[in-house]
Nanobody
Framework: VQLQASGGGSVQAGGSLRLSCAAS????????LGWFRQAPGKEREFVAA????????YYSHPVQGRFTISRDTAKNTVYLQMNSLKPEDTAVYYC????????????????WGQGTLVTVSS
């Protein structure tokens, strides 16, 4: 599975961005797709995840209520809609794929995209 993340950019606090993660190279039916982020000097952290087969998403506490994860099976793409952005959301955002579940830890994901930078200014 290959993952290509896009959609990052610079935005002012309170603004919105939508990240996309295009998947290719394999069937995703049993997969979980996740978004993680890594701020300068910090460890990579879980943001959101969703089962490719459907259902609601899972979110970390800092983004709950502001971010929404979704997927378009026809386009083989996972999205992360980010609203009410804060300066502390500034990070490189990565999408990742887990062959069996929508997991919360980086070690549970086998495939990673290249990352896309989100910068939120105050």
């Amino acid at each position: 599975v290959q993952l290509q993340a896009s959609g990052g950019g610079s935005v002012q606090a309170g603004g919105s961005l939508r990240l996309s993660c295009a998947a290719s190279g394999g069937g995703l039916r049993n997969y979980g797709l996740g978004w993680f982020r890594q701020a300068p000097g910090k460890e990579r952290e879980f943001v959101a995840a969703i089962r490719w087969a459907g259902g609601s998403g899972y979110y970390s506490h800092p983004v709950q209520g502001r971010f929404t994860i979704s997927r378009d099976t026809a386009k083989n793409t996972v999205y992360l809609q980010m609203n009410s952005l804060k300066p502390e959301d500034t990070a490189v955002y990565y999408c990742a794929a887990n062959p069996t579940s929508a997991a919360f830890y980086t070690r549970e994901y086998d495939y990673w995209g290249q990352g896309t930078l989100v910068t939120v200014s105050s």
